[in-house]
């Protein structure tokens, strides 16, 4: 058994605790696992890997924290950044759970803003979409849940419009060609390209006219 001589705060970060164990300095921890610590208290060895678990735990969620203040992350993302930085899975996989439980890493929620923030700013079509969640480490069934929902028909047509505006002054045999490539580069199914290149350069000829 060691028993606690001192806690002390850390000189570089308040939020940390040095643990002196038997006179000698320990270990240091996040201050809201050590609050419940005491001086004069008895710790077994087993005690102290717990404690120092618990800790790693603590800086692994305050990481992702971070990492999440940015833009919602699948669970995946939350896995390989952790691992980066050198945390095992057993770490990992406690703070996912703590996450999940705080409603900040849910991948359907996840596929639905990347799919919604495509469509808005860069839209592409289902195939372009899909292998970008399954990159991101989404599943299969959360993808189709979420694919459902998407309009390829008015994105390709978003996407379509900003694209035209830089070749106009191409002759509309080229500028089909250009615009043909773009949307398919973007994941478009043929049929919806040609749909929505028909209809463009129909109403082209009719504002025109």
Not at 16 to 42: E, P, T, W
Not at 74 to 90: K, N, Q
Not at 114 to 137: C, H, M
Not at 172 to 180: A, I, Q
Request: hydrophobic fraction near 40%; proline fraction near 2%.
């Amino acid at each position: 058994m060691h028993t606690i001589t001192a806690l002390k705060p850390q000189k570089r970060s308040k939020s940390r605790v040095n643990v002196f164990l038997d006179g000698k300095f320990a270990f240091g921890m996040a201050f809201q696992i050590a609050h419940n610590l005491n001086v004069g208290q008895k710790l077994s060895g087993n005690d102290v890997v717990r404690l120092q678990v618990e800790d790693e735990v603590e800086k692994a969620h305050d990481k992702v924290l971070v990492f999440l203040a940015h833009r919602p992350r699948s669970e995946a993302e939350v896995s390989t950044r952790l691992a980066r930085h050198g945390f095992p899975d057993e770490v990992a996989q406690t703070v996912l759970q703590r996450l999940r439980a705080a409603d900040l890493v849910d991948d359907t929620a996840f596929a639905a803003f990347w799919v919604g923030n495509r469509s808005t700013f860069r839209p592409r079509g289902r195939r372009a979409l899909r292998a970008e969640l399954l990159q991101k480490g989404v599943s299969d069934k959360v993808i189709e849940s979420v694919l459902e929902d998407v309009n390829q028909q008015a994105d390709a047509r978003r996407a379509a419009d900003k694209r035209v505006v830089r070749l106009r002054d191409l002759p509309e045999r080229e500028r089909r060609r250009k615009l043909r490539e773009f949307l398919a580069r973007r994941g478009f199914e043929y049929d919806i390209i040609s749909d929505v290149i028909d209809r463009l350069m129909a109403e082209e000829y009719d504002n025109e006219d």
